[in-house]
């Protein structure tokens, strides 16, 4: 009976991970598909990193949770904040400088 609460904390925990893991993935693949179809132009416009750069910060970030580093490692945390700055902040100047219309 004293070894049931060692046991149930790593099974709480490896699902709190795979949960983070789902996550992180998803919304880097998200970030990453979004920076592939917009238009290279639009990005200087708004005047940030250029597509390129945008690409490789995120499939790279991608990757490396890919690999195993997992979600909540140094590489996975700096993987979600460049997936969620892209999200959030470069999006929206996309869109806007778009005028609400899709990539093309």
Known sequence: MAYA?????????????????????????VALVHA??????????????????????????????????GPISLFGLIGIAAALIYLLDVRGGLRDVSGGRGSW
């Open 5 to 29: 609460a060692p046991i149930f904390a790593f099974e709480v925990r490896t699902v709190i991970e795979l949960i983070l893991l789902v996550f992180a993935l998803i919304i880097q693949g």
């Open 36 to 69: 592939i179809t917009q238009r290279s132009d639009a990005f200087n416009a708004i005047g940030t990193l250029p597509k390129g750069g945008w690409i490789a910060i995120l499939a790279v970030c991608l990757v490396l949770t890919l690999l195993g580093f």
